[in-house]
């Protein structure tokens, strides 16, 4: 489990954060690239917020998550919505169909530096070809990526040039890149290359 928070502060985390819904102005931005009824996987979906609000925008939606206790919450809170919720993790994660679209965020923080090439090769085999991707990262305050403990956390800071080049290299067209406020955030939305 990549989280070491106990279950019962990721459980008040989850249910905070669908009061909040921080990731709007993300959400909206990812939309804009996709057609209307697209196909859209949620990896690391949590307690499924941005699912849900990607469900209500007319998508149908998957998410995945490797915490029982959070993709429960999701399915209640997601009743009779375009919604699938499963406990499983990226690298076991086999679906029968390809998306239009896949929605990362605030996730990839947690994948270590040695792994993320391979996360990066493994979504793109989830999307069809020109299907859309949000992802982000931490930026690393140094000109080099390294790992840290924040909160009893491992996290992974990455420089911008690491971050568009682990997409560019595994068959990603980026389409949009933007620093978060005081730059505690990064975000890509790329494209699948079709060849």
Not at 43 to 51: E, H, I, K, P, W
Not at 79 to 84: A, F, L, R, V
Not at 173 to 179: A, D, G, W
């Amino acid at each position: 489990m990549p989280f070491k928070f106990p279950k019962k502060e990721i459980l008040a985390f989850v249910k905070e954060s669908y009061k909040e819904m921080y990731n709007i102005p993300g959400l909206n931005k990812f939309l804009k690239y996709l057609q209307s009824n697209s196909s859209i996987l949620d990896l690391g979906c949590g307690g499924g917020q941005d699912s849900l609000f990607l469900a209500k925008k007319g998508h149908n939606v998957t998410g995945i998550d490797i915490t029982a206790e959070i993709i429960k919450l999701a399915k209640k809170k997601a009743k009779h919505q375009n919604t699938n919720f499963k406990k499983s993790s990226i690298k076991t994660f086999s679906p029968k169909q390809k998306f239009d679209g896949v929605w990362f965020s605030k996730v990839f923080k947690f994948i270590p530096l040695k792994n993320q090439q391979a996360v990066v090769k493994k979504i793109n085999s989830f999307l069809k070809p020109g299907g859309v991707l949000y992802i982000t990262a931490v930026p690393s305050d140094k000109r080099k990526d390294y790992e840290t403990i924040k909160r009893g956390s491992a996290r992974k800071l990455i420089t911008r040039k690491t971050f568009e080049s682990l997409l560019r290299k595994n068959g990603f067209r980026i389409i949009h890149f933007k620093y978060w406020k005081n730059k505690v955030g990064m975000e890509i939305i790329a494209k699948k290359k079709k060849s």
